[in-house]
């Protein structure tokens, strides 16, 4: 049986679902076009996680692609050349470099903030690749904060091969993300496409499924069971961490008790502690 719909979320490029309670699905839907982002796209996926961010209703979220070819191709290439910075056309004219680069800069920044949201959003993002997901599709899905993948997806930060050093995310998040710095100029300086096996061995997704089928029922599956988590917890984990990624072991402690000081007086603590007694699920009210 299909998913239903999610109230309140009508976007043109992109389908939103609820498999489970508290459970969203956000499909990029433009499979003709392997689910290549053009402006509208990136201005709608900004949109979506904003909206999530804030649903009470929504505790985890998965992210996937419409259609078997394609997670992502990432820019759409044919849309770009006909607006924007790379149309050659108006940004500039016959300003001086440093007039032309402050026109050009708002374009960029727009583009980083849309795909940021994603990880701005305060509820756990699980992506899912599969099919092509190059470029930009590594940009989103170091966004994300789980990472799974269908057996046969083809990866590549792809920007290189298109003269351009990635700018959306990639390598300011990827190295982060996987250990090996070796590793990360390999597949950033050579454009390589890498597989989903390589991927796994290297960290950067921690699940390799069958076929999307199968990486998408994982993924919903894990959504499931943190949405019956308690939200205070789940959403104060990924801050926490997000937190400690970009700063010192003491600066996140001072951040942690800060933080903690207002979820303990949370009534989830006790549900949850009288559930492992009692041996019942526990509720938890919305966040």
């Keep these: 049986m299909a998913a239903a719909p999610l109230a309140g979320y009508k976007y043109e490029h992109f389908l939103v679902t609820s498999p489970h309670p508290y459970v969203a699905h956000v499909e990029i839907n433009r499979p003709r076009k392997l689910n290549a982002f053009a402006r509208p796209q990136w201005l709608e996926f900004g949109a979506v996680f904003r909206q999530l961010s804030e649903d009470a209703g929504v505790r985890a979220v998965v992210l996937s692609g419409a259609g078997d070819r394609a997670f992502t191709a990432g820019l759409d290439v044919q849309a770009a050349s006909q607006e924007g910075p790379l149309s050659g056309g108006g940004d500039g004219g016959d300003l001086d470099a440093a007039r032309k680069a402050k026109a050009l800069r708002p374009h960029i920044e727009e583009f980083q903030s849309c795909i940021s949201e994603m ?26 904060d789980v990472r799974i993948c269908a057996a046969d997806t083809r990866l ?38 890498f597989s989903a096996q390589e991927a796994l061995a290297q960290g950067f997704v921690s699940q390799v499924h069958g076929d999307k089928a199968a990486a998408v029922a994982a993924a919903t599956n894990m959504a499931r069971t943190l949405a019956g988590k308690s939200p205070v917890a789940v959403q104060g984990t990924k801050e926490l961490l997000n937190y400690g990624r970009e700063h010192n072991t003491a600066d996140s402690l001072r951040y942690t008790t800060v933080w903690n000081s207002v979820a303990l007086q949370a009534q989830d603590l006790p549900a949850a502690m009288t559930s492992a007694f009692t041996k019942k699920r526990p509720t938890f009210e919305k966040l």
């Design 119 to 144: 990880e701005r959003c305060e509820k756990p993002v699980i992506c899912v690749l599969h099919g092509i997901a190059i470029g930009l599709a590594i940009d989103i899905s170091c966004c994300a």
């Design 156 to 193: 590549a930060v792809k920007e290189v091969d298109v003269g351009l050093a990635a700018d959306i995310g990639t390598l300011a998040r990827l190295p982060k993300i996987v250990g090996s710095t070796s590793w990360v100029k390999d597949v950033c300086l050579s454009a390589r496409d």
